[in-house]
């Protein structure tokens, strides 16, 4: 069981050195598909977002997702307080603060 | 000499505030290891092995459930592709450096380091040892914030709600990957997206669908405008 989490570990950390040395390695000699330039050039939004929302929503037990209000209250604050001031401690403090607060009055 | 260390030393002090990030993630992508069964080895490996962030969190939590291997496995590298991005974006700084410094400096790529070299280096800063300083901070940190996560992170109440860290560390980071109008429908597309197929398909696959549809969202905005348009 063990065995296949260092399996995990190695293929996940050989392909991501991979992606990162790669464009500093063959710079100059290959060119990057334009098309997968772009694409990935839109990752970082897409995959910040994918990886946000759901757990901003959902309370996870075992395989179900239930809908928090809470949470969800609580992720709204923190993202206008992400989108305002750009300070990420600031956004981990209300956001915390906040779910708390709302959990404790519910 | 002294110039080269007196940027890395800067670049490791404009590192602190993002630490926090780094720290409570960190904390509970090692706590998750520990809930998944496994110890302090397993946790040190993922970390130095494949110093991702998320995508170690998604990695565990995958292996947890079962998942298929290449399911495990793509999901991790998909999430780590900015990391491509960001390597293809600073590789034009690394071009008179020596081959171990680019190894280097390719190895330690990641969210909070890049971003400062590429927005905060100023004249007086040379920006390679400037990157170097953030980041071999943050990856330091991130080590030593995993371990204890494993080793206390049980510890944590549940009702703590200590888990809701990750989502605001992912808000605050998206905050600063939206930087205009197509970045900002990229990330709606995503959270829609997310919302809908995270719950639903299995092994995690809504994951990666939803970054797809996000990417796929982006380039087909773009199709509408000039290249190099976009903020």
């Given at each position: 069981m063990r065995g296949s989490f260092w399996l995990v570990i190695a293929l996940v950390g050989v392909g991501t050195f991979g992606l990162r040395v790669a464009p500093i390695a063959v710079r100059g000699r290959v060119r990057t598909p334009a098309f997968v330039e772009r694409l990935l050039s839109h990752a970082p939004a897409a995959a910040m977002a994918t990886l946000a929302v759901p757990a901003?929503?959902?309370?996870?037990?075992?395989?179900?997702?239930?809908?928090?209000?809470?949470?969800?209250?609580?992720?709204?604050?923190?993202?206008?307080?992400?989108?305002?001031?750009?300070?990420?401690?600031?956004?981990?403090?209300v956001g915390m603060g906040a779910l708390w607060l709302l959990l404790a009055v519910r | 000499m002294g110039e080269a260390r007196r940027?890395?030393?800067?670049?490791?002090?404009?590192?602190?505030?993002?630490?926090?990030?780094?720290?409570?993630?960190?904390?509970?992508?090692?706590?998750?290891?520990?809930?998944?069964?496994?110890?302090?080895?397993?946790?040190?490996?993922?970390?130095v092995g494949t110093y991702g962030a998320s995508a170690q969190l998604a990695a565990t939590l995958l292996w947890q459930a079962a998942a298929p291997l290449v399911v495990t496995t793509v999901t991790a590298l998909v999430i780590n592709s900015r990391f491509f991005v960001y390597s293809a974006s600073f590789a034009p700084h690394l071009d008179s450096e020596p081959p171990l410094t680019r190894l280097l400096a390719a190895y330690l790529m990641r969210d909070g380091a890049y971003a400062l070299a590429m927005t905060n280096a100023a004249e007086d800063i040379r920006i390679v040892p400037y990157y170097l300083g953030a980041a071999s901070?943050?990856?330091?940190?991130?080590?030593?914030?995993?371990?204890?996560?494993?080793?206390?992170?049980g510890l944590v109440p549940a009702s703590w709600s200590l888990d809701f860290v990750v989502p605001l560390v992912f808000i605050a980071l998206l905050a600063n990957a939206v930087r205009g109008r197509i970045d900002a429908e990229v990330a709606l597309t995503a959270a829609l997206a997310s919302a809908v197929l995270v719950p639903r398909l299995p092994f995690q696959l809504g994951i990666v669908a939803s970054i797809a549809v996000g990417m796929a969202w982006g380039v087909a905005r773009e199709r509408f405008r000039p290249r190099g348009a976009t903020a």
């Amino acid at each position: 069981m063990r065995g296949s989490f260092w399996l995990v570990i190695a293929l996940v950390g050989v392909g991501t050195f991979g992606l990162r040395v790669a464009p500093i390695a063959v710079r100059g000699r290959v060119r990057t598909p334009a098309f997968v330039e772009r694409l990935l050039s839109h990752a970082p939004a897409a995959a910040m977002a994918t990886l946000a929302v759901p757990a901003a929503l959902y309370v996870k037990s075992g395989g179900t997702y239930t809908l928090s209000p809470e949470r969800m209250a609580a992720a709204a604050i923190a993202l206008y307080v992400a989108l305002r001031w750009r300070n990420a401690l600031l956004t981990l403090v209300v956001g915390m603060g906040a779910l708390w607060l709302l959990l404790a009055v519910r | 000499m002294g110039e080269a260390r007196r940027s890395f030393w800067r670049g490791a002090r404009d590192m602190l505030p993002l630490l926090a990030a780094g720290v409570s993630f960190g904390f509970v992508a090692g706590a998750a290891i520990a809930n998944a069964g496994l110890g302090l080895g397993e946790s040190m490996g993922m970390s130095v092995g494949t110093y991702g962030a998320s995508a170690q969190l998604a990695a565990t939590l995958l292996w947890q459930a079962a998942a298929p291997l290449v399911v495990t496995t793509v999901t991790a590298l998909v999430i780590n592709s900015r990391f491509f991005v960001y390597s293809a974006s600073f590789a034009p700084h690394l071009d008179s450096e020596p081959p171990l410094t680019r190894l280097l400096a390719a190895y330690l790529m990641r969210d909070g380091a890049y971003a400062l070299a590429m927005t905060n280096a100023a004249e007086d800063i040379r920006i390679v040892p400037y990157y170097l300083g953030a980041a071999s901070l943050d990856w330091l940190v991130w080590i030593v914030a995993t371990a204890v996560g494993t080793l206390v992170g049980g510890l944590v109440p549940a009702s703590w709600s200590l888990d809701f860290v990750v989502p605001l560390v992912f808000i605050a980071l998206l905050a600063n990957a939206v930087r205009g109008r197509i970045d900002a429908e990229v990330a709606l597309t995503a959270a829609l997206a997310s919302a809908v197929l995270v719950p639903r398909l299995p092994f995690q696959l809504g994951i990666v669908a939803s970054i797809a549809v996000g990417m796929a969202w982006g380039v087909a905005r773009e199709r509408f405008r000039p290249r190099g348009a976009t903020a």
